[in-house]
């Protein structure tokens, strides 16, 4: 399933593919994640660290998840459209991040 995405890649961007693969991945992964937390009865979401894997496990579920929602003719160009686009922050996985930080700053404010 990536070999044909990595290869219009190569094609569009004249560059190395896994080098591509590999700024979209880090671009994507969080450094923190919300997690329901319950206190004395009522749930709270708590922000809290996550380790390297489940890092790179989101930021792979998120690209994956944007370029499904993309419209085009198949996988292979929706996924290296996603993989192309993802370093600027262009694509659909970027939305992810951002909302989770603001959840953080919004849960932070709040304690």
């Not at 094609?11 to 991945?25: D, F, G, W």
């Not at 160009?77 to 909302?99: I, M």
């Given at each position: 399933?990536?070999?044909?995405?990595?290869?219009?890649?190569?094609?569009?961007?004249?560059?190395?593919?896994?080098?591509?693969?590999?700024?979209?991945?880090?671009?994507?992964?969080?450094?923190?994640?919300?997690?329901?937390?319950?206190?004395?009865g009522?749930?709270?979401?708590?922000?809290?660290?996550?380790?390297?894997?489940?890092?790179?496990?989101?930021?792979?579920?998120?690209?994956?998840?944007?370029?499904?929602?993309?419209?085009?003719?198949?996988?292979?160009?929706?996924?290296?459209?996603?993989?192309?686009d993802?370093?600027?922050?262009?694509?659909?996985?970027?939305?992810?991040?951002?909302?989770?930080?603001?959840?953080?700053?919004?849960?932070?404010?709040?304690?």
């Amino acid at each position: 399933m990536l070999v044909n995405p990595l290869k219009k890649i190569q094609q569009k961007t004249e560059t190395n593919p896994l080098s591509v693969l590999r700024q979209a991945i880090c671009g994507v992964t969080p450094d923190i994640a919300v997690k329901a937390r319950r206190v004395g009865g009522s749930t709270h979401q708590v922000p809290i660290e996550i380790g390297f894997t489940q890092g790179k496990a989101f930021a792979i579920r998120w690209l994956l998840g944007a370029s499904r929602k993309r419209p085009g003719r198949n996988m292979t160009f929706k996924l290296s459209s996603e993989l192309v686009d993802a370093p600027p922050c262009q694509g659909g996985s970027c939305g992810f991040e951002p909302r989770q930080s603001r959840l953080i700053k919004f849960l932070k404010y709040i304690n």
